[in-house]
Each structure stands twice: as structure tokens, then as C-alpha cells.
């Protein structure tokens, strides 16, 4: 009798045992089409994106562009400047501080 209720809790485990795994099966076959569903869906979105992606790159290269010609025209007007002022002064000359 002792061997039949060991056979028993051996087959009872064995069916529960069996049940767990179709169900985790289940699970597995189910969490992988999800995952197939979400790459597709992430697949649409990124081709839909990289139109976006591109303007922004050419916008990003554009604002690098217009920041290096402001600087450059800026740089241009000071030395203009410095030239305006050293030519007035050669002009002038009693402009000069302390000449008599």
C-alpha cells in the first residue's frame, strides 16, 4: 500500500508537472507572437520616422553652418571696426589722447 501511494504522488506531480509545462508553453508561444507583433509595429515606425530623422539631420548640419557664418561675419565687422577706428585716428590726428 505504501508503494501505491508513492506511485501516486509520483503520477500526481508527474500530471501537474505536465500541466505546468503545456502551460508555460502556452505562454511562450503567446509572448513570442506578441513579440513578433511589437517588431513589426517597430519596424513601421522607424520607416516612418526617417524622413524626420533626415530633415533633422539636414537642419542640424544647417544650424551648425549658419552658427559658423554669423561667427565668421562677426569676426569680419570687428577687424572692419578696428580698421575704421585706426584709420580715423591716422586721419585725425589730434584725436589721438595726449597730443598737443
Not at 9 to 17: E, H, I, N, P, T
Not at 37 to 45: A, C, N, R
Not at 55 to 73: G, I
Amino acid at each position: 500500500m505504501a508503494g501505491s501511494m508513492c506511485a501516486d504522488r509520483v503520477s500526481r506531480k508527474a500530471g501537474q508537472l505536465e500541466q505546468t509545462l503545456v502551460l508555460f508553453g502556452r505562454l511562450s508561444s503567446e509572448a513570442g507572437n506578441l513579440l513578433m507583433h511589437l517588431s513589426q509595429q517597430m519596424e513601421e515606425l522607424t520607416s516612418h520616422t526617417a524622413p524626420i530623422h533626415e530633415r533633422a539631420a539636414a537642419l542640424s548640419t544647417a544650424q551648425l553652418n549658419v552658427d559658423a557664418t554669423k561667427a565668421s561675419v562677426d569676426r569680419l565687422l570687428d577687424s572692419l571696426d578696428v580698421s575704421r577706428r585706426v584709420s580715423n585716428q591716422m586721419c585725425w590726428p589730434g584725436t589721438f589722447v595726449g597730443n598737443i
